[in-house]
């Protein structure tokens, strides 16, 4: 049983950086959470504090039903894999690996069939021998996840552990952790301010913004349903689209910007009660359509991506620039004019000051 | 900038010039060993043969059997060990709180011993002499220990913190989930990594300690305690000077010397060009 609880957590340094903002979490047993955010959003401190490399301000941490708060990392029975693997250079890998173990006094036999049995789950059999230096960055990422493996701890701890590794090998780290994920069944946390890498791996992920927990939801949920501007903005690639305007009913409801208008379907009393009310429109590129016909919406073609499956089509009207993703493979022209739609099940509809969902 | 192709005039005048500057500091060293090896009473001769036709090493014979030098050699090794031991354990452990640790007074203690650095030994030789009787260390080797660790340790201390600095936190992070306790994560983790500074910093303080004669000269009255410069003096001291013995002795002091530094050159190598690599 390795659940967390995390109370009103807080992280102030030197009584005028609040880094970390009354978090409140619980972590599953077996959950891969994923904590991400931009830099300097409180996520890598949050982690320190669980790991215990950082102390805790104010608030209650508890793993299983035990408080960690005064508890110092080694007795936390946590493990972590560090950005820069942190291999200790003048070991083996074989030493890297055991070097928990010994101090933890576990006798010599087992010390080595817990690292030939981590070498094996994670290739490193032929490597035992190595110096760090003389390993590839993934075969090192891979040493420090053998590391953190062999202690069989409660809680994985990952401080952005692929960002170090090119795009091709971070794809299959990401998918290794995942499998190791599946197959040791262990609580983990995980830090990224990638959010592909966030979606594609977590469980549930937790969006953080200076210091403080914005949501914390599935991918999916997180995707259909942000609760506010930023989350919308920072999950999803290319970025939603936001336009400022007003919801009005003239010949049917309607959103009106003042370079274009779209209609909104008006079965739902929530949008009737928003009437000539300014909001905040979210509209994620793959929401918006190339409509045949002509609509209140019309925009020209600035720039085009083509990335083979799909293509990211940057437009601008008057005052604005946003950008649309279709996987309708035809040809466009630079400055051809476009007509564009959306459903209203696709909108987001945010408060104008709060930024906060509405709708 | 990479340096483009030399072209076989400018290799030639480099290697002139590198030749010139290896002869000037060569020159000195080899005359010292001829005339180590002349017998006596040729020691003006105008030859110009680095060994001479009559060589001997009577020179050698005599400094190890008519002159005390075996215990000059000893005091100072002994004088010369305990500093480099001293040194090296006070500045590994100094430098590593400086490094790390955030403490009140942190700054300006580095400010300070830096300043030390600022004054001549001449300077501080009459304070050091009132200290060291004070507390009952005149004329000994503690005395003379003592002046010699503090001497060499601010330069010391800033140059083993210079070098943890340049040692990951993250290391010591991972020892510590990993379950060591600062001590043995500083032993097994961080010291081993250290070694090119430890090798600098035990080279520095012993050569602080095996060539050094003022402060020798005014902290030691008693000949037994004599280390080698002192006792190298000694052979100028009556009317004439004793050149073979002086300069066979000079031979000989240089030697530990050269093996120190020959066997350290890894070390020192890979110190001195720290921080040019990653990895």
């Not at chain 1, 349903?225 to 930023?230: D, G, K, V």
């Amino acid at each position: 049983m390795a659940s967390l609880e995390l109370q009103n957590i807080n992280k102030i340094y030197n009584d005028t950086v609040h880094a970390v903002k009354e978090v409140n979490l619980s972590i599953l047993d077996k959950e891969f959470l994923v904590l991400v955010g931009p830099s300097g959003c409180g996520k890598s401190t949050l982690l320190r504090m669980i790991a215990g490399l950082e102390e805790i301000s104010s608030g209650t941490m508890k793993i299983g039903n035990r408080i960690i708060n005064d508890v110092s990392p080694k007795d936390r029975d946590i493990a972590m894999v560090f950005q820069n693997y942190a291999l200790y250079p003048h070991m083996t890998v074989y030493e890297n690996m055991a070097f928990g173990l010994t101090l933890r006094k576990i006798a010599k036999p087992q010390v080595d069939e817990r690292v030939q049995e981590a070498a094996e789950l994670l290739e490193l059999s032929d490597l035992l021998d190595r110096k760090p230096k003389e390993l590839s960055g993934g075969q090192r990422q891979r040493v420090a996840l053998g590391r953190a493996i062999v202690r069989k701890p409660k809680v994985f701890l990952f401080d952005e552990p692929l960002s170090n590794l090119d795009a091709k090998l971070r794809v299959q780290m990401r998918l290794e952790i995942k499998k190791l994920h599946h197959r040791l069944q262990t609580t983990m946390i995980y830090v990224t301010h990638d959010q592909v890498e966030a979606m594609t791996m977590g469980d549930r992920i937790v969006v953080m913004k200076d210091g403080l927990v914005q949501q914390a939801d599935t991918p999916l949920h997180l995707y259909s349903q942000p609760i506010n501007r930023f989350v919308g903005g920072f999950i999803g690639s290319p970025a939603m689209n936001f336009f400022s305007g007003i919801i009005e009913n003239l010949k049917g409801l309607q959103f009106t910007h003042s370079d274009f208008l779209i209609p909104l379907a008006d079965n739902s009393n929530e949008l009737k009660a928003l009437e000539n009310q300014n909001v905040l429109l979210g509209i994620r590129p793959e929401h918006l359509r190339i409509s045949d016909k002509p609509t209140g919406f019309k925009a020209t073609l600035e720039v085009i991506e083509p990335l083979g499956s799909e293509i990211y089509l940057h437009l601008k009207t008057e005052t604005l620039r946003f950008a649309l993703r279709t996987s309708v493979l035809t040809e466009f022209n630079i400055g051809q004019n476009i007509y564009l739609a959306c459903d209203t099940e696709n909108m987001h509809f945010f408060n104008k000051e709060t930024e906060n969902r509405i709708h | 900038m990479k340096a483009g192709k030399l072209t076989k005039v400018e290799k030639g005048l480099a290697y002139a010039v590198l030749l010139l500057f290896t002869a000037f500091s060569l020159y000195p060293i080899l005359v010292v060993f001829s005339i180590s090896i002349r017998p006596g009473d040729r020691l003006l001769s105008k030859s110009l043969a680095l060994i001479p036709p009559d060589a001997t090493f009577q020179a050698y014979v005599d400094l190890f059997t008519k002159e005390p030098f075996i215990r000059w050699l000893s005091n100072s090794l002994i004088v010369s060990a305990l500093v480099t031991v001293f040194a090296v354990s006070l500045a590994a452990t100094a430098g590593y709180a400086f490094s790390r640790y955030k403490f009140k007074g942190r700054d300006s203690s580095m400010v300070a011993l830096i300043t030390t650095q600022m004054f001549p030994v001449t300077m501080l030789l009459l304070p050091l002499f009132i200290m060291l009787i004070s507390i009952g260390a005149y004329d000994s080797y503690i005395g003379l220990i003592i002046a010699y660790t503090a001497t060499a340790l601010p330069f010391t201390i800033w140059q083993m913190k210079g070098y943890y600095d340049t040692i990951p936190f993250s290391l010591e992070e991972a020892a510590t989930i990993d379950g060591a306790g600062p001590f043995t994560t500083f032993y097994k983790i961080i010291l081993p990594l250290a070694l090119p500074a430890l090798a600098i910093t035990a080279l520095f303080s012993f050569m602080t300690a095996w060539s050094e004669y003022l402060v020798a000269a005014v902290l030691i009255q008693d000949q037994s305690l004599f280390t080698l410069p002192m006792g190298l003096k000694l052979f100028s001291s009556n009317m004439e000077v004793a050149w073979g013995l002086y300069s066979a002795g000079a031979v000989v002091v240089s030697i530990p010397v050269v093996i120190l530094f020959l066997s350290l050159s890894r070390w020192l190598i890979s110190g001195l060009t720290l921080g040019s690599v990653k990895g």
